[in-house]
């Protein structure tokens, strides 16, 4: 027997329809199905609604049906959240293993080592050109440096040379001398200063000769308790041969200190007697008459000097 589904919703027990119970159909197929055709064409269009609403889904539906909707995915979390990152490398740890690809941003950082490089090279490339601008505008303006009056420094003074012949101030006249006040046993100051003194002269006799022949440098002892003549005349085999040395009993000395206002005094005396003597380190330049016309510092160059000696012996006062 072949039941359509019409009669397998009405032919339960204790079910009843409006309508009578179809008797069963038997027979082939094909005359069957006409006959469940019929009969559901025969049923009011709302009933085949209720029916069809009504109707059990079979177990393959069910399946095709959970099968067709789409299986939510696990929530998975984003590999850069808990990346941790390399300082200046600008790629997280892991995280091309973690995201498997692509992360949607450039993996190089905005500071890398090569860039600290050039901000290293740049920085100390910045701090030499400073120091070398700095010394230069020093130098520029040591040079324009510009006194005016005259300094109550100097004045009539007595010693003797080499010779033990009696010198004076005097004796200086017409000639622009370099003076300068050390002591023979200095150990490095007093040398370096009398060579400066020495280029000068080397330096003015080449480029202006004329000039030369007017300047006289002076070299004072002011330990003449050591420095006797015949000392002198040893030290004086190591420096220029137009140096004149003179030196004096201690009062003289100390006299001619005090008008050029020179600070001296001993320092780390031994037990032996041995000392050195602390020291003003100053070049007194004075004029052909005898007055100071300049002062040059230890931080001088010779180049300085000799554009300071050129400049006062050259100047031309315009009253």
């Not at 040893?234 to 009062?251: C, I, R, W």
């Not at 007697?273 to 052909?288: A, R, T």
């Amino acid at each position: 027997k072949l039941h359509c589904s019409y009669y397998q919703s009405h032919s339960r027990p204790g079910r009843h329809s409006d309508r009578a119970t179809p008797p069963v159909i038997e027979g082939n197929k094909m005359s069957s199905l006409i006959a469940c055709r019929r009969l559901v064409a025969r049923t009011k269009p709302e009933r085949r609604v209720q029916l069809r609403q009504r109707r059990p889904e079979s177990s393959g539906q069910r399946m095709a049906t959970q099968s067709t909707q789409p299986t939510p995915k696990a929530h998975k979390p984003s590999p850069i959240k808990y990346a941790k990152t390399s300082a200046g490398s600008g790629d997280p740890e892991g995280l091309s293993a973690a995201g498997g690809g692509s992360t949607g941003f450039s993996m190089r950082g905005p500071v890398t080592w090569p860039a600290l490089g050039l901000v290293a090279v740049a920085a100390a490339s910045a701090v030499a050109y400073y120091k070398i601008e700095r010394e230069r505008r020093l130098e520029n303006a040591m040079g324009k440096i510009v006194s005016t009056g005259k300094p109550a420094v100097g004045g009539p003074w007595s010693l003797v040379d080499l010779d033990g012949n009696l010198v004076t101030n005097k004796s200086f006249e017409g000639k622009w001398t370099l003076l300068y006040f050390g002591f023979a046993r200095c150990p490095d100051i007093c040398p370096s200063e009398m060579v400066k003194v020495g280029k000068v002269m080397d330096t003015m006799k080449e480029k202006f000769p004329e000039l030369a022949q007017n300047v006289q440098p002076i070299f004072v002892s002011i330990d003449p308790a050591r420095d006797s003549l015949k000392a002198l005349r040893d030290y004086a085999k190591d420096f220029h041969p137009s140096y004149v040395f003179l030196t004096g009993s201690p009062e003289q000395v100390q006299a001619m200190a005090k008008k050029y206002r020179v600070y001296m005094s001993k320092a780390d005396e031994t037990e032996d007697g041995d000392y050195l003597v602390d020291h003003s380190i100053v070049i007194y330049f004075h004029d052909d008459s005898g007055d100071i016309a300049d002062c040059f510092t230890q931080s001088m160059r010779p180049s300085d000097v000799v554009e300071k000696v050129i400049e006062r012996m050259t100047f031309v006062p315009s009253y």
